[in-house]
């Protein structure tokens, strides 16, 4: 042992690996027949041969069988696969891990064959010139369970055979699975040469079919890496960048394979549910998503109708369901979500839609007041009343007035408090959309028309600018309940010589 500076520690390899699902010895035998140039047949015999020990065997045609022999027994030796990230092999540690779980192996190759042995606690390796003509066999005596030796049988349904190449497991061929869909010359990261350094480049990805039964997994070349749980196998025809123990990905580079998959496949999410999976979730959060994909997800999710609750416009977003839209609410999307929708104008405002008609604009026409001195006796009565019914339903001052508006506001009348004094309310009747003789019917007394109108202009006091949203109803029904309790308690404030009495000493 002097002789190396690095010893490798059989068993405490072993222990290393053991945190590992079994099923990592089966596929690196695979990956690396896989990788070999014109293989066309890999048999694999894996029989349980007593407690704790089982015997596995994989042969290949590979016509050039190990590049080198010492790479049988070599751990990070100089592979040709890192030059070429179309092949799965970077470390070249594929059988040496296999090893960690052996009592004896045999490795027979067209560069010759080398045995491992342990006997008596002793390990020993011999090499023999006995060579193959085409192709290798790599024979393991492993201490695995039963338990652990059915799970590895199991999951080998998981890998994704290439077409133009047979595997047999136990005599019983693995189906080849033709991909359902290729996504040709996607850009992703990958890893090249010995010092593994990250690059980009283009790629194809194969999804496959999701069966019942199955888990969805990110594969690479074949070999399953992680689960997933989207709504494809996504197959990477590349090295992909994992972690040490090839069982993971970083959280940026799924990301972008999510992000490729589905600008491709967006309209194979074809219900509400299938486009709130984490996975499409997470491609619509990306910048690289298409507009095409991100809208066809909103259709998904919130129907081709729909707006934006907006708060600059709340009696639009209350009156929007009414007019059959979709109300789409902050939290309902994340933040890199909204700025895809918002970036390709995929949602808009509700108040951008279904505007509220604004009594006062900007740019309209100046509201002609009408003096009070034109105003006619029963308008006189009306405002009086009106202030009175403020003072004793609200504990308000308010003032009133009379307009004549252009058509095109079409309020019959309008409160708010002042902007400098919210102390004092202002009630304005626009006398261009109130019908004629309205306030002439109230000779008799206040009518039912003039005490509706007062109490839904008076129900939006304190601010309460929407027509449709739970706080002025409920305001209404206060009012109402108000109203009806001052008409039996003061009967005689509603008659009509306390409507029409004297003004004489008034303001």
Not at 179 to 201: N, Q, Y
Not at 391 to 405: D, H, S
């Amino acid at each position: 042992m002097a002789d190396h500076w690095i010893v490798v520690d059989r068993k405490g390899l072993k222990k290393q690996l053991s945190s590992r699902h079994k099923k990592f010895i089966l596929e690196e035998l695979l990956r690396n027949s896989l990788d070999e140039d014109d293989v066309t047949t890999i048999t694999i015999d894996f029989q349980h041969i007593g407690r704790n020990c089982c015997e596995l065997v994989v042969t290949d045609d590979a016509p050039e069988g190990f590049r080198k022999l010492e790479d049988a027994f070599m751990m990070f030796g100089e592979s040709y696969k890192v030059d070429h990230p179309e092949k799965a092999g970077r470390f070249d540690l594929g059988e040496k891990l296999v090893l960690a779980f052996c009592t004896r192996a045999q490795i027979e190759t067209t560069k010759g064959t080398v045995k491992f042995i342990l006997e008596k606690g002793k390990e020993t390796r011999t090499t023999g010139t006995t060579k193959r003509k085409k192709g290798s066999c790599c024979s393991f005596h492993l201490e695995i369970t039963k338990e652990e030796y059915t799970s590895i049988i199991a999951a080998a349904d998981n890998i994704l055979i290439p077409e133009g190449v047979i595997v047999t497991l136990n005599g019983l061929q693995l189906r080849p699975r033709k991909p359902m869909k290729v996504i040709e010359g996607v850009k992703l990261p990958t890893v090249i040469g010995h010092d593994h350094r990250p690059s980009v480049r283009k790629t194809d990805i194969h999804l496959h079919k999701v069966e019942e039964g199955e888990v969805a997994y990110l594969y690479e070349l074949g070999i399953p890496i992680v689960a997933t749980d989207d709504q494809f196998h996504v197959d990477i025809q590349q090295k992909v960048p994992t972690n040490w123990n090839r069982d993971n990905v970083t959280p940026a580079f799924l990301r972008k394979v999510r992000t490729a998959v589905y600008n491709e496949t967006y309209q194979l999410v074809d219900s509400s549910e299938a486009a709130t999976e984490a996975w499409v979730t997470e491609a619509t959060s990306d910048k690289n998503c298409t507009k095409e994909a991100v809208e066809h997800m909103m259709d998904m999710r919130f129907t081709d109708k729909r707006v934006t609750a907006d708060s600059s416009d709340q009696e639009a977003t209350d009156r929007a369901p009414l007019e059959g839209y979709r109300v789409i609410h902050g939290p309902e999307l994340n933040k890199d979500q909204w700025e895809n929708v918002k970036g390709h104008g995929l949602s808009l405002p509700a108040g951008k839609v279904l505007p509220t008609p604004s009594v006062y604009d900007e740019t309209g026409e100046p509201e002609d007041v009408v003096p009070p001195q034109d105003w006619t006796r029963m308008m006189q009565c009306a405002a009086r009343h009106a202030k009175f019914l403020a003072k004793e339903l609200m504990g308000a001052t308010i003032t009133v007035t009379m307009v004549r508006r252009p058509p095109s506001c079409d309020f019959r009348a309008w409160y708010g408090r002042g902007k400098l004094d919210i102390s004092v309310g202002t009630l304005t009747f626009n006398l261009t959309h109130i019908k004629r003789g309205f306030f002439e019917a109230m000779s008799n007394g206040p009518t039912d028309d003039y005490h509706k109108l007062l109490i839904h202009e008076f129900g939006h006091d304190g601010g309460k600018r929407s027509h449709y949203g739970k706080p002025l109803n409920d305001a209404l029904c206060d009012l109402g309940a108000k109203l009806a309790r001052l008409c039996l308690d003061e009967p005689d404030k509603f008659s009509l010589s306390y409507f029409t009495r004297s003004f004489e000493g008034e303001d």
